[in-house]
């Protein structure tokens, strides 16, 4: 097993994110579909007492997915900060480094979240324009422990250049 460092203490608001996001892990995966405050899942219908569907109102409607976007966003901080601190050598979201390619091979151990939730959180590290910055600046990729593995090829840093300079375009419109 290879032994990682943290790279400086954990906050204690992180430290209790992912403190509840572990305990909460034998519960239920994270990227389960959101349940609204009422525990049902969300659906434009819902089945009354009778066998017969009645449609929610609009207002109920738009409340769950109020609810479902929030606990979204908690799962999705939460997979992050778990992310940053178990490879701090690798996620920094701040400082990125280009990342092996297959990297979510290399996950040999047991997360407390889906593979499905950490996929999203790994896509929108490798689309950040610091990110995309990195590849075209960079000449190595990491692994998970930080250390180099492979050169960057021209047509990887000219993609990320082409992606680079799409989001600032879209950014000035």
């Known amino acids: 097993m290879t032994k990682l460092t943290l790279k400086a203490p954990l906050s204690s608001e992180t430290q209790e994110k992912l403190s509840n996001l572990i305990n909460s892990k034998s519960d239920k995966p994270l990227d389960k579909e959101p349940q609204h405050s009422t525990g049902e899942p969300s659906t434009a219908l819902k089945p009354s007492s009778s066998s017969k569907k ?8 738009s409340a769950g997915q109020k ?3 929030e606990k979204a966003r908690e ?3 939460a997979a ?3 992310l940053e601190t178990t490879f701090p050598k690798a996620f920094d979201f701040k400082d990125p480094k280009p990342l092996k390619i297959g990297i979510q091979k290399d996950f040999n151990l047991e997360t407390p979240f889906s593979r499905a939730q950490r996929s999203k959180v790994i896509r929108s590290y490798v689309n950040s324009p610091s990110y995309l910055t990195a590849l075209v600046n960079g000449q190595w990729r990491y692994n998970l422990n930080g250390e180099p593995v492979e050169e960057i090829s021209q047509k990887h840093k000219d993609y990320a250049a082409k992606a680079l300079a799409k989001k600032k375009s879209e950014s000035q419109n």
């Open 80 to 82: 992050k900060a778990w």
């Open 54 to 61: 009645t449609r929610r109102t609009h207002e109920e409607v």
């Open 67 to 69: 609810v479902d976007q």
């Open 75 to 77: 799962n999705f901080e």
